[in-house]
């Protein structure tokens, strides 16, 4: 691309509907390929940094689930965006920005926070949406009013990653968000992984089962919520049933003006 009359490089022009088919032309093909139902894997289109033009004509071409990092960007595509969209909340999220976020997007807009590592945010969360059935004024018991939970685990051991280590700290933090968040419901389990170590999958396959063990609920009520741009389709071949795709769909994303 040229320069513009200020000397700036042009910003390239995505085809973001003709990269979302591909994408999911290439997860459905997979999905055959491991003899799995078809539609059994979601695809979460990640938006992060990038203009909700371009999440409008995601959504044109069909899309609805969408991934955010930061939960100030999110709250602010959520309000430009059709209600039936489904965010998924996918970075670190500190607690004193759960309130804000469920009251902002609302339920279930706000369909999936996949980075809870902690008691601190899951009671935080669980707070904020049980103020939000109060304000509402709705029944108790209605699925609307509970907000869908990943519970993120650092599968790779690295100290640069966020969530809980495999076994007992998972375990545990699962057992105690059951047991006393009744506004949260655990939808499943997050990893992001080591680049290229697809151990990482495997792993988290292996913390599904005993999570469903201890908690008593089969295994496939619980998603894995794995892979991105660079893996999406091994994670499927290891049994990922959510898969995280930004940059393939939308291009490189810029971060020079990004207000968290």
């Known amino acids: ?5 200020d000397g700036e490089a042009a910003e390239p022009t995505v085809n973001v509907a003709a990269n979302l088919a591909e994408v999911r032309s ?3 093909a997979k999905v055959e390929e491991c003899h799995r139902a078809k ?11 990038k203009p909700t033009e ?5 959504y044109d071409a069909g899309q609805r689930a969408f991934g955010e990092n930061y939960a100030q960007e999110l709250m602010t595509k959520a309000s430009e965006m059709p209600e039936d969209v489904a965010w998924h ?28 590592a902690s008691m601190k945010l899951a009671n935080k969360l669980n707070n904020a949406v049980d103020s939000l059935v109060k304000d509402r004024g709705e029944g108790e018991d209605s699925k ?24 007992a700290e998972l375990i545990d933090l699962a057992r105690d968000v059951a047991a006393t968040c009744r506004r949260l419901s655990i939808d499943g389990l997050m990893t992001i992984g080591a680049p290229g170590d697809f151990s990482c999958f495997d792993a988290l396959v292996q913390c599904r089962e005993e999570v469903a063990d ?18 999406y389709e091994s994670a499927i071949e290891r049994g990922a049933t959510s898969v995280r795709v930004g940059s393939t769909i939308f291009g490189a994303r810029d971060y020079s003006n990004l207000n968290k």
Do not use: H, W
């Not at 539609?39 to 940094?49: D, N, P």
């Not at 371009?54 to 995601?58: D, F, N, T």
């Not at 295994?219 to 892979?227: A, C, F, Q």
């Open 54 to 58: 371009l999440l409008r004509e995601a």
């Open 89 to 116: 909340f996918i970075g670190p999220l500190q607690s004193n920005k759960a309130a804000p976020l469920v009251k902002k997007v609302g339920l279930p807009q706000l369909a999936c926070v996949e980075t809870v």
């Open 39 to 49: 539609g059994s894997v979601r695809l979460v289109a990640v938006s992060k940094t």
């Open 144 to 167: 609307a009013n509970t907000l869908g939970i990943y519970l993120q685990v650092n599968t790779s051991g690295e100290e640069s990653k966020s969530g809980l280590m495999p076994g």
């Open 1 to 5: 691309m040229g320069a513009d009359g």
């Open 214 to 231: 201890s908690l008593g609920v089969e295994v496939d009520s619980l998603d894995l919520s794995m892979g991105m741009s660079g893996d």
């Open 26 to 28: 290439r997860i459905d």
